[in-house]
């Protein structure tokens, strides 16, 4: 009888010792995840404010910058515009003039070809070609001005060189914080691996209720650092 009681007693201080165990280790990983999950949010946080006050104003001086650029090309690209719209119209003046004498000479002499028509046609396109070639010499006049222009040769090389300060500081920024934020997001990873295989030692209902208190500290894990 004493031997049982021994045995009970000892049967009930291992399940308590068990119980509390496995207490302690979903505490403990509620703890270490509420805080890794939250500093993870907090460089995050840090890394956007960082983008923000420095990088946004470089790119609004850019977005300014390119205004003012877009405004002095603007009377060179209204030239080219007008050209290739001469160009685009002496095309289809040649696809009617074209359609004009093939009918004519079709009806006169059906599918049958005559040296007159061939002349008529090849004149045809050397007018076209003639002007069309003009134009598009004239457009590349204007490109050359257009890049020759010393305002906006300065306005393009200021906007270069902000975007090389603005490309330098963004990499200043992920250096200062992604070393933080990857260190971070692999101990989520081994905290993850870990939930899995405490998961596997409890009950179904501590299942239950590990796994609810795992997703409040998750979408809110500030809140629950210790």
């Known amino acids: 009888m004493i031997f049982l009681r021994r045995v009970s007693a000892f049967l009930v201080v291992a399940l308590s010792v068990m119980l509390n165990s496995c207490g302690n280790k979903t505490e403990n990983w509620l703890n270490d995840y509420a805080k890794t999950k939250c500093a993870y949010h907090q460089e995050e946080q840090m890394m956007q404010d960082d983008s923000i006050s420095q990088i ?31 160009i685009a119209e002496a095309l289809i003046k040649f696809g009617e003039e074209y359609r004009k004498k093939t009918d004519k000479h079709s009806a006169q002499y059906g599918h049958i070809s005559t040296p007159e028509y061939e002349k008529a046609i090849e004149n045809l396109q050397i007018k076209r070609d003639t002007k069309i070639s003009l134009l598009k010499e004239n457009i590349n006049q204007i490109n050359e001005e257009l890049s020759n222009d010393s305002e906006i040769k300065n306005k393009s090389q200021e906007i270069e060189l902000l975007e090389s300060k603005i490309d330098s500081s963004w990499n200043s920024i992920i250096d200062k914080h992604r070393p933080i934020i990857d260190s971070l997001q692999q101990e989520l990873n081994t905290l993850n691996r870990n939930y ?20 409040s500290t998750r979408n809110n894990p500030c809140n629950h650092v210790r």
């Open 196 to 215: 899995k295989n405490i998961l596997n030692e409890l009950s179904q209902g501590e299942k239950k209720s590990f796994e609810m208190s795992r997703d």
């Open 56 to 86: 946004a104003p470089l790119v609004l001086e850019k977005e300014n910058l390119l205004q003012e650029l877009n405004l002095l090309s603007a009377p060179f690209q209204n030239r080219i515009e007008l050209l290739n719209q001469e």
